[in-house]
């Protein structure tokens, strides 16, 4: 069995042992009833959830999320125009009121009071927005095979305001010298940076998540979730997002949101008072996942096991969600939703995908598709087995009946073939085959063009030391990245040649990344003090994506490759105008080619032309490939 260990860090279960201690200990007691046994005690709403929302959206039902003490015996009334209270339902937390709301596509935009009443008496109002929708916000474009995305840590990337580093009420302060601190990266380094990163010929920027991380230790990656509805201002604000959107448009780029349906914090707000008894898994006593993600397809598993992946915890310092509870998947519904629209998201990633309960995901997707029929949806299943991987992605035929809405699926068999096509084990060659079967798999996914390849993300080690600090196998690895089907993600620091132990080392992998900070001496953003090596890799990476954005052979084409003979393997991207011939060449010596082997789509073209030298040879008897060595050959 191959196991994922938590990606956040499993030194978060030490470090957080009080915190969690003291939040999940309180709820071996039910959740606490407020009575209103006097009139000296006032009910106040406290948090309204989302606290926004939209006229003209798909569907036109919103569920609020209402919390506050004392709202026992307390009544909702809304009276706007164009909005209707249909159901007001409680859960066994008397704190809490779930009001459905009926939004009609004429409503009025502004202010929609509710009204509290006792004894048919209005006792206070609060108050949540009703916004008029961006025109053709339905229709909004996702990232597609025409994208390349750019993988950021945020709080690693660039610190543009030094005086949010560490802020009061914020656990987890500041602290550079510790590789699993904060380091002060934030929005506003992000936004100073989206020309470099536009430049390298990246279109799609998906930084780690955003939301409020108030956890004592690790917060920096994102993943523990403690407030749904807000940016963590050690980023910056919802407004500083926004505007980081607006600024990534305007460089030719949309940004992805990543978020976390799985689970959350054990420092979220939730904690100190749940909405139901079953709004967490396992919630009288820890109990870690198995980690076994075929449990969800294995028709042969124990219903234990196949419980025990799904409801089990990540770690101790992230509490499991019940997604079965019906306000809870409303409620994850909607924040996908309410992100998309208020920051104009190009898309989402979903971590840890598999995890949450099935039938929740496929409401899910569907929900979030139906309101954004162009939008794209990327979910993580750490899984090197094709056909778990296919299980998830939109118009599979499944076994089991499971239809899922997920346009794509983040494609770690093609991550694995790249890593082990290219590294020499003892005693064995490197094989590119590994490529070969890798591409051969794709009869078992529906949409194959679809899913997201990628050379390495937050959670693995960089690709240039896992390839030995070769970078001529870095950019064979590149090629291909670039040049096979799907949607390329590259993490950022691949461009200049950032280094991590080959184990597992979470605050290494994610580096800062040079020049982000004011004292930093080498800077990669403008060249000073860099490396010839990782200026003329940089130089490669800005090269080949600049080249792959207007490719359309390459986004929509064909793809056809050749058994690889002698190390060497051949493909195309064949599209009405244009073929494009790809040969990566692992041996350490040249090889020629005899493209007879190849006629059934040479046989119409004399000429190639090298895309990253602009030399042209003759191909009508033989190519010449150097050793280790990728070429891309426009034909002609």
Sequence with gaps: MQRRFPTRNTLAIIGAAFFFCASFGSLAE????????????????????????????????????????????????????????????????????????????????????????????????????????????????GFTPADAIYLVVPD??????????????????????????????????L?????????????????????ENNQAINSYHGYATTDFYRVDPRFGSNDDYRQLVVQAKEHGMG????????????????????????????????????????????????????QKFTNGWFVKTMPDLNQKNPFLATYLIQNAIWWIEYADLAGLRVDTYSYSDKDFLAQWSARIMAEYPRLNLVGEEWSMNPAIIAYWQKDKVNHDGYRSAMPSMMDFPVYESIHNSLVAKPNQAADLNQLYLAAANDFQYAHPEQLTIFEGNHDTPRIFSALGQ?????????????????????????????????????????????????????NA??????????????????QLFQWRKSEKAIHQGRFLHFIPE??????FRISDKKTVMIVMNRQEQAQDLDT????????????????????????????KIEGKTARIFELQ
């Design 30 to 141: 039910p959740a606490p009833k407020f009575q209103q046994d006097s009139a000296n005690i006032k009910a106040k709403v406290e948090r309204i959830e989302p606290a926004s929302w939209w006229v003209g959206m798909h569907s036109p039902t919103l569920q609020l999320m209402v919390y506050g003490k004392h709202l026992d015996g307390l009544e909702a009334r809304v009276q706007h125009p164009g909005v209707s209270l249909v159901k007001s339902s409680r859960t066994d937390n008397l704190n809490y009121i779930f009001l459905d709301l009926l939004i009609s596509p004429d409503a009025a935009v502004g202010q929609v009071d509710i009204e509290w009443l006792k004894d048919q008496q209005v006792q206070f109002k609060s108050q949540f927005t009703l916004n008029a929708r961006t025109p053709g916000s339905a229709e909004r474009q």
């Design 156 to 189: 690693r990337f660039a610190n543009g305001d030094p005086r949010n580093d560490s802020m009061t009420g914020m656990l987890d302060p500041a602290n550079r010298s510790n590789p699993g601190g904060r380091h002060g990266g934030d929005l506003q380094g």
């Design 191 to 211: 936004a100073q940076h989206l020309d470099y990163i536009a430049g390298l010929g990246f279109t799609m920027l998906w930084p780690t998540p955003l939301v």
């Design 255 to 306: 940004v992805i949101h990543d978020v976390v349906l799985n689970h959350i914090g054990s420092q979220h707000w939730w904690m100190q008072d749940l909405p139901a008894k079953d709004w967490l898994n396992y919630r009288q006593s820890y109990v870690e996942t198995n980690h076994v993600r075929a449990t969800v397809q294995d028709t042969h598993a124990a219903q234990i096991d196949r």
């Design 470 to 522: 070769d970078p001529a196998l870095l950019k064979m690895a590149l090629v291909y990245l670039a040049t096979m089907r799907g949607i390329p993600q590259m993490f950022y620091g691949t461009e200049i040649l950032m280094t991590s132990p080959q184990k597992r080392d979470d605050g290494k992998v994610r580096g800062d990344f040079p020049g982000g900070w004011n004292n930093d001496n080498i």
């Design 525 to 542: 953003f403008n060249g000073k003090n860099l490396p010839l090596a990782t200026k003329q890799m940089q130089d490669f990476v800005r």
């Design 566 to 571: 002698n190390n060497c393997y051949v493909y």
């Design 596 to 623: 007879a082997r190849y006629a059934e789509v040479l046989r119409s073209f004399t000429k190639a032309r090298d895309v990253l030298n602009g030399s042209t040879q003759d191909i009508r008897q033989r190519i």
